[in-house]
Nanobody, 125 residues
């Protein structure tokens, strides 16, 4: 059974940083592209960042480029999202996802095969 479990969300102030983690189990982690999506209340789920199987390539949404870094540790079956200079508009549930689709790009939710349950990030002004 595949499980993706996010952690690291919380309530922070504008300008602060957070690092989200996603621990994967039940799959051959190194076979999968990994991505982070987010969904704010009343909005559709949107792509944030993606990383290729061996971390050679990354891709970011324009809205977070320069403030966010995605990384992965295949030995630990974990993918990370380092978020800096957080803004109130970054407030959302953040979801980790795994997919066999390549090459990495601005993935759509339908491109991904497995999802975590999300971790809430709230940024106060």
């Amino acid at each position: 059974q595949v499980q993706l479990v996010e952690s690291g969300g919380g309530l922070v102030q504008a300008g602060d940083s957070l690092r989200l983690s996603c621990a994967a189990s039940g799959l051959t982690f190194g076979r999968y592209s990994m991505a982070w999506f987010r969904q704010a209340p009343g909005k559709e789920r949107e792509f944030v960042a993606a990383i290729s199987r061996f971390a050679v390539t990354t891709y970011y949404a324009d809205s977070v480029k320069g403030r966010v870094t995605i990384s992965r540790d295949n030995a630990k079956n974990t993918v990370y999202l380092q978020m800096n200079s957080l803004k109130p508009e970054d407030t959302a549930d953040y979801y980790c996802a795994a997919g066999l689709a390549t090459p990495i790009r601005r993935f759509s939710p339908g491109d991904m095969d497995y999802w975590g349950k999300g971790t809430l990030v709230t940024v106060s002004s």
